[in-house]
């Protein structure tokens, strides 16, 4: 059975993107330090490569996926790119939305209703896992069927914003399972459920 891992980074606060949806105030460190970084998320997860910018790193548009071969995405997380209609073109593709009405886009399923009964069958379904890449209403939905958690947690403060898990309360437990820290100060940790 295929698992739902919410990958996502995360300010030392919990919120993944500021009050507008805005993530570039995360710092990414420079030189060396954010080359070592950046190499590393492209050789771990580089599905998580968003389709267009895949040339511009000398990733090939159709290199092969390790971890994860579906997306689930919050219509902002989706609409992060404006003009880019299918970000994730090598991944199938899902935004769940009830306002959207459409994606115009063959590539990109939409879910307009309770996304748990579909995230169900994706998982029942043969392949990689699927990555859950925001937002927090939707991994606040989706917590029942979130199997990992991947947080790349950055050396700041938000003060506001989007929560990682925007939901009602639900205490679920998760274990740590490894962590890797980087000179540009990032974290990662990965947490199973219990």
């Not at 590393?40 to 599905?47: A, G, I, K, L, V």
């Not at 309770?114 to 990689?128: A, N, Q, S, Y």
Request: with cysteine; net charge negative.
């Amino acid at each position: 059975m295929r698992k739902l891992v919410y990958y996502i980074g995360v300010s030392l606060d919990g919120y993944i993107a500021g009050p507008g949806g805005e993530f570039d105030f995360y710092p990414q460190g420079e030189g060396e330090r954010l080359a070592a970084y950046r190499r590393w998320m492209t050789e771990r997860f580089p599905e998580a490569i968003p389709t267009r910018f895949r040339p511009q790193i000398g990733m090939p548009v159709d290199a092969p996926n390790r971890g994860f071969d579906t997306i689930l995405m919050g219509l902002a997380t989706y609409r992060a790119d404006p003009g880019v209609t299918s970000p994730y073109a090598h991944l199938r593709q899902y935004v769940v939305s009830t306002s959207l009405g459409s994606t115009g886009e063959p590539d990109v399923t939409l879910i307009d209703s309770d996304p748990l009964p579909v995230v169900r069958d994706l998982k029942e379904e043969d392949g990689l896992n699927i990555w859950l890449c925001g937002g927090g209403k939707l991994a606040g939905a989706l917590l029942p069927e979130i199997d990992e958690l991947v947080l790349k947690q950055y050396p700041v403060v938000a003060g506001g914003g989007i929560p990682v898990f925007d939901g009602p309360f639900s205490p679920t437990e998760f274990q740590p399972d490894e962590s890797r820290a980087f000179d540009n100060g990032v974290r990662v940790a990965w947490y199973s459920r219990r």
